[in-house]
Every structure is written in C-alpha cells, then in structure tokens.
C-alpha cells in the first residue's frame, strides 16, 4: 500500500461503499446527480433532528433544523451547520457574551435537505 493511501486512510473514514467523510465535509460517489428542483419531494422533518444539505460539488454537510415556517405558499426551514472553530477562547455572540457555538446558519426551501449525504446532493440547494 502506497504513502499517500495509508495517509488518506487515516484522514479520511469511509462510510458504506460510495462516501467519504473527511472532516464536517461528506464527499458523495460522482454518480449521483442533482436533480431539478421541479422533481424534489420533501421529507418528514422534524425541528431539532439532524439532516444534511448540498451546496454543490457532490459534497454534504450535516445540519440541524431548527426552525421551519411557511413564506407565501412554500415552506421554508432555517438550519444550523457546523463549522470550524476560528479561536478557541470563542467569539462575542450579539448579545455580547463569549460563545463557543460555532455555526453557520441559512435560511432554504424545504425540499432542499435530505436524511442521507446521497439525498442531500440530489435535492442540492439551487442558488
């Protein structure tokens, strides 16, 4: 076995038999594709449960629904997505206390999430 795949291996996890997970970031197999936003059916959400998104390039990450509420006749969800810790002595949230809740929030429809990294990047969010 090669450097670099002993190197990748003990970087990366493999889950099942078409994603790698390196990090936060989930790399779905090439053969799945994003389908058009007119064919995406929603799934059974629940606030407070853990789903994933697609921003694009077949990767995934996961997030956490927080928020779900309905703008004109669609329904919109608000998730939270982890990211990496910029400082470990925290930031100062808006309130003006020091936080160590480091996430990235936005605002998408609600078929625009999946229960798997697969069905996140088929229902991939379109800008």
Known sequence: MSLNRIFA???????????????????????????????RKPVELVVGDDYYVSFGRNNALRCKLIEL??????????????????????????????????????TLFADEIGLTPEEAVINEVTM
């Open 9 to 39: 291996n003990n970087i990366n996890r493999f889950i099942g038999g078409n994603i790698m997970e390196k990090w936060d970031k989930i790399k779905v197999d090439k053969m799945v594709k994003p389908i058009h936003y007119s064919k």
């Open 69 to 106: 509420y309905m703008e004109g006749e669609q329904q919109r969800i608000v998730v939270e997505i982890p990211t990496k810790p910029m400082s470990k002595n925290g930031f100062i949230d808006r309130n003006g206390n020091i936080s160590h809740h480091w996430v990235s929030t936005h």
